[in-house]
């Protein structure tokens, strides 16, 4: 893939951003291309949440946020260097993409040191696989073909997945007294699956959630999930800003959302 540095202002601070060189992404079109971070208005409504949840906060720690299908690294570099929390967990499971995630991360002029990177898909189970399905995206054929159109399902080998609540017990948060704040999941179809597999972290830590939509039956079927497990979940609204809407979940007591 031919790359290139995109250039991002952002409340006086400048970023550089290494992504494809042509827009065939819309990370690049509707974001990078206009010096603005994709989806920079639902960013700044996160940012508003962020910054009143660490005033109400007792604790001397930020929290935690979970950036699960993090694609190049848009959020999570503006994650990292806005809002500062106690450290970013990214999970990407497109090698081309993830290689660019780690290069935004990991560059040297950042700020925010500490991203724990993962190339792995997030789904209900630990140590299972996924695979990209054919014919939806083939990124050796085409290299410079839209990376976020690539979809994935569930195969006996491939690509391998995790838990949030295995990486919440493997990294012990718990026991450090950590608080995950935050999940945003922009997963290709698996954000049941997501949720699924972080029943305990939902139920322990009540983060507010930013999840993909893709149809209508997915908010069903968000729903349904909050609603099974009694989980005390409602959907605040929707943060839609040139892409797929994301809709915004939080725990009804959560007194931090931006009115």
């Not at 159109?149 to 007294?177: C, F, M, P, V, W």
């Not at 800003?241 to 007194?255: I, L, R």
Request: hydrophobic residues 35%.
């Amino acid at each position: 893939m031919k790359t290139a540095e995109w250039n991002i202002n952002y409340d006086g601070q400048s970023y550089t951003m290494i992504g494809p060189g042509s827009q065939n992404d819309s990370i690049i079109s509707l974001g990078w291309e206009h010096g603005e971070f994709y989806e920079e208005e639902a960013l700044k409504w996160i940012e508003m949440y962020w910054m009143k949840k660490k005033k109400a906060s007792d604790s001397s720690e930020n929290g935690i946020i979970f950036d699960c299908g993090a694609h190049f690294g848009n959020h999570s570099v503006f994650f990292g260097e806005v809002l500062k929390p106690c450290r970013v967990l990214s999970f990407e499971p497109s090698l081309t993409s993830f290689k660019l995630l780690k290069q935004n991360c990991q560059a040297k002029e950042r700020q925010f040191k500490n991203y724990d990177l993962f190339q792995a898909g997030i789904s209900d189970k630990n140590g299972t696989f996924i695979k990209r399905i054919e014919g939806r995206h083939d990124e050796d054929a085409n290299p410079d073909s839209h990376l976020a159109q690539a979809k994935y399902e569930e195969s006996s080998s491939g690509i391998l997945t995790t838990t949030i609540d295995h990486q919440k017990n493997e990294l012990d948060i718990d026991s450090k007294n950590e608080k995950i704040w935050l999940i945003k999941a922009d997963v290709e179809g698996f954000e049941l699956k997501l949720l699924e597999g972080a029943l305990d972290t939902l139920w322990v830590h009540s983060p507010l959630l930013i999840l993909e939509a893709h149809t209508h039956s997915d908010m069903i079927s968000y729903d349904k999930f909050f609603e099974t497990y009694n989980l005390p979940y409602q959907k605040i609204t929707n943060i839609k800003n040139g892409g797929v809407p994301m809709y915004v979940y939080a725990v009804e007591k959560d007194s931090c959302l931006p009115v």
